[in-house]
């Protein structure tokens, strides 16, 4: 149901997703994740599953023009269990991507960084004045990723969204961060046309990394790199 207590027909349910890949154990074997069962509401806001064992399962929620709803349901062994959840009012994040020059970035696009959630990821794109505007995201911590290939730049950043909230967020991209160095041996010769990779911290999805091999003399300059570890 919405705010107002008014059932959301069509909405995206997921039932037993975490929202993010759990390391867990499946008998003597890791895995990751766990399993899932993703359904649409009816036209009464209702939904119905007996294919989850017993436990506390976790249960989302997302409409089109809405935030996230998250609750947990304890089914009891061979009973069954009732969970309400309701939407919250989206956040909406709009500015203008820019250069640290400050000049806008026509090719820019935004993405969730983490790429995990099934409810909440986004893709968006801003225009040729560098504007963009991303709605009906959901509260709390949102990790955002702004790449452009035309400045060779990326950020990643997190932001605390409220529901409801209308934040103006102005990104600005380095255009002469690079990462300079060189390859040697624990003798101390260089080593040449070693491959050398880069990835900033938080960028699951890898857009933001980048690579390269060193020359003869093992020297390497990794240009593009990301404002984060």
Do not use: Y
Not at 33 to 55: E, I, K, N, Y
């Amino acid at each position: 149901m919405d705010e107002s207590g008014a059932p959301v027909p069509g909405a995206m349910v997921v039932i037993g997703w975490s929202g993010r890949l759990d390391h867990r154990k499946d008998g003597d074997a890791p895995s990751w994740g766990a399993p899932f069962l993703a359904m649409r509401a009816d036209a009464d806001g209702r939904f119905r599953t007996d294919r989850m064992g017993a436990g506390t399962i976790p249960v989302m929620a997302r409409a089109a023009s809405s935030g996230l709803a998250r609750e947990s349901a304890l089914v009891p062994v061979g009973g069954t269990a009732e969970v309400v959840l309701r939407l919250e009012a989206p956040a909406v994040l709009h500015g203008v991507v820019r250069t640290d020059r400050g000049t806008p970035v026509s090719d820019a696009t935004l993405s969730s960084a983490t790429g995990l959630d099934v409810l909440t990821r986004f893709d968006a794109r801003a225009d040729e004045e560098g504007r963009f505007e991303i709605a009906s995201l959901s509260s709390g911590e949102v990790l955002v990723e702004v790449n452009s290939d035309l400045e060779r730049s990326s950020i990643v950043e997190t932001l605390e969204l409220r529901p409801g909230e209308r934040r103006e967020w102005n990104p600005v991209l380095a255009t002469s961060s690079s990462l300079s160095g060189r390859v040697v041996s624990d003798a101390g010769p260089p080593l040449a046309g070693w491959h050398v990779r880069r990835k900033a911290q938080g960028d699951v999805g890898g857009r933001a990394s980048g690579s390269t091999r060193t020359a003869a003399d093992g020297r390497i300059t990794l240009a593009g790199c990301a404002d984060v570890p």
